[in-house]
């Protein structure tokens, strides 16, 4: 299968479709992107813009998302720009933020779930530690093997100090 997306006079995707490899291979079948396109336009109409994308990500850069842009010079699928401030890598096609990349993360950070976001407003990388549930509730699960072959049906319970939740 293949993958062909349409773009707006911006060059902004606004849909992705899948073709199937007969619509796109000539006589000897060999895929052709013209032969594509040509499918595309005969079925969503003559005067639409398409490109093909990989969903391996093998042209083009990457694949292409809606709201994604099509950049002719670069010959790639740009994603949206997620910051004012952010610059595009014409090597990478991929938005960068103007200070570089987020510090990395030290051992006990990732253990406790941190990660670094952009604040556009401070044009800087703040470190952000979401706060531990109060209380982890426990989740008891029976043997749904057991059960089935006994014929009867199984349940998971869900534990909390305040409550107990039992599906069965």
């Known amino acids: ?3 062909f997306c349409q773009i707006d006079e911006n060059n902004v995707v606004t849909q992705v479709i899948v073709v199937s490899n007969e619509d796109t ?7 052709d992107e013209a032969i594509g396109i040509a499918f595309c336009k005969k079925l969503l109409g003559a005067n639409t813009n398409w490109k093909q994308t990989s969903y391996n990500n093998n042209m083009r850069v990457r694949y292409a998302g809606i709201g994604y842009s099509y950049n002719e010079e670069l010959d790639a699928f740009i994603p949206p720009k997620p ?3 952010w610059v595009l890598n014409t090597a990478t096609a991929d938005w960068e933020s103007p200070i570089g990349p987020a510090p990395e993360l030290t051992e006990e950070q990732r253990a406790s779930f941190s990660f670094y976001r952009w604040d556009e407003e401070t044009g800087a990388w703040e ?3 979401p706060e531990p549930p109060e209380e982890d509730p426990e989740v008891v699960a ?3 093997s ?3 072959t006994a014929g009867t049906a199984g349940f998971v319970s869900f ?3 305040e409550d107990e939740v039992v599906f069965e």
Not at 25 to 31: A, F
């Open 127 to 129: 470190l952000f530690t």
């Open 146 to 148: 057991a059960a089935s």
């Open 142 to 144: 029976e043997d749904f």
């Open 1 to 3: 299968m293949a993958h």
């Open 25 to 31: 291979s000539d006589s000897n079948g060999v895929e």
């Open 159 to 161: 534990n909390t100090p």
């Open 83 to 85: 910051f004012e401030s």
